[in-house]
């Protein structure tokens, strides 16, 4: 029980586009989504938090109008990257918690974004 | 400031020798922690947390509040424990703050 998946897992887009990555809880409800950003052989960081219904919670330094994020139903959130730069590059993960018991968060497979 | 350290990039031990996996954090409030680990092309997956006071694996941490610190231990190592192993710090309901990992490599 409890996975998350993500779609797509690998995505090259070009300069100017932007690309929806899509993270799914398959088996419960996802009352919280997390989004998170590694660099290479760095740790995750905490992009944005969102319940479903409402409003992300974007950390400090991550610009919400660039890292769009939807959680429009509980067991769907998505996270457009508007007007992608190659900085954007990056592996993109999420996670989710059905906000029981211990709040334990189960994470996505991750998806590299390669922005040429 | 909140925050979470693994001063140890990469820790290589031979099998069946003890491994400690160093994790220090920083965080005004009531700490809740926890071991992640991500085997090689897998996901990221909790190992243990502080409040359950439990094995897993063959793994422990012990909560040290003077220290400031949450080191994961076994005393022997297996060559199936190599992976990266990350620890994080929940500062808040939703709120995770991760270190930048430790990769294990056991060596056979």
């Known amino acids: 029980g409890a996975v998350v998946s993500q779609h797509p897992s690998r995505v090259i887009c070009k300069s100017g586009t932007s690309v929806k990555i899509e993270c799914r809880s398959l088996?419960?409800?996802?009352?919280?989504m997390f989004w998170y950003r590694q660099f290479p052989k760095q740790s995750l960081m905490l992009m944005a938090t969102s319940n479903e219904g409402s409003k992300a919670t974007y950390e400090q330094g991550v610009e919400k109008d660039k890292f769009l994020i939807n959680h429009a139903s509980l067991t769907l959130s998505t996270l457009t990257v508007t007007s992608a730069h190659p900085e954007d590059s990056s592996f993109y993960i999420c996670?989710?918690?059905?906000?029981?018991?211990?709040?334990?968060?189960?994470f996505g497979p991750g998806t590299r974004l390669t922005v040429t | 400031a909140q925050r979470v350290t693994q001063p140890e990039k990469l820790l290589s031990v031979f099998k069946g020798a003890p491994v400690e996996l160093k994790c220090n954090y920083s965080?005004?409030?009531?700490?809740?922690l926890f071991w992640y680990v991500q085997y090689s092309r897998q996901r990221l997956q909790l190992l243990l947390r502080h409040i359950s006071r439990e094995s897993i694996k063959g793994f422990t941490a012990d909560l040290n509040k003077g220290e400031t610190s949450f080191h994961l231990k076994k005393p022997f190592a297996q060559e199936e424990d190599s992976a990266m192993y990350y620890c994080?710090?929940?500062?808040?309901?939703?709120?995770?703050?991760f270190g930048t990992g430790t990769r294990l490599k056991v060596l056979a």
């Open positions: 965080y005004s409030g009531s700490p809740e």
């Open positions: 996670s989710a918690s059905d906000n029981r018991g211990l709040y334990e968060q189960y």
């Open positions: 994080a710090l929940r500062a808040g309901t939703y709120k995770y703050i």
């Open positions: 088996d419960f409800q996802a009352t919280t």
